[in-house]
């Protein structure tokens, strides 16, 4: 259960920024005994792994704070995001010895699947939002939103990582957190139209 919510908790990160759980895992599993990677996943902690996504992060976070630029990221990271939440998940829960039955080892696709599902769900909040942020603040808004978005990243991945318990309360108040941001762009959206 735990591996389970460590993998949805590093997911979600991933549906933020692909990279920050990516790298987390690799460098918890590399220079720690916190994380140990079965072998199909050892090149996530491997020096040319560790390198391109460091890269990738770099390119990532620069891009990222950019108006209209942002966008066409995300575009790119429709793909991006749901596959390292895929990876992600099964990474982590097959790294989990205790969480390990038969069924799990004969049906590893339902942790790819779920990782997937979970990070191309927060993927999707986080890209339909981010055009309503650019256009309310006429971009000022953008790097301020994309900094809180990859320091979300950073802190859910750890809290997925040393407390997977509290993923459930992490995700439940990003939830709440979307929710009143829709309701509050409907409110005023309402109060705007002409009557």
Do not use: C
């Amino acid at each position: 259960m735990l591996a389970s919510l460590t993998g949805l908790g590093l997911s979600a990160a991933a549906g933020l920024n692909a990279y920050i759980p990516l790298l987390v895992v690799g460098l918890l599993s590399r220079f720690t005994d916190v994380i140990t990677l079965p072998d199909p996943y050892r090149w996530i902690e491997s020096g040319w792994g560790l390198g391109v996504v460091s890269a990738l992060l770099l390119v990532e976070v620069v891009l990222d704070k950019v108006p209209v630029v942002d966008h066409l990221n995300d575009v790119v990271q429709t793909l991006v995001r749901p596959t390292v939440g895929g990876v992600i998940f099964a990474a982590t829960t097959a790294a989990a010895q205790a969480d390990a039955s038969v069924w799990t080892q004969r049906n590893q696709w339902l942790g790819w699947l779920l990782g997937v599902l979970v990070a191309g769900a927060v993927h999707a909040v986080k890209a339909s939002a981010r055009p309503l942020v650019n256009v309310s603040t006429v971009g000022v808004g953008t790097p301020v939103v994309s900094a809180a978005e990859d320091a979300a990243s950073l802190g859910l991945s750890l809290v997925a990582v040393f407390l997977p318990l509290l993923v459930v309360v992490v995700l439940l108040l990003l939830a709440w957190a979307v929710f009143a941001a829709a309701r509050r762009a409907r409110r005023r959206r309402a109060g705007a139209a002409p009557t």
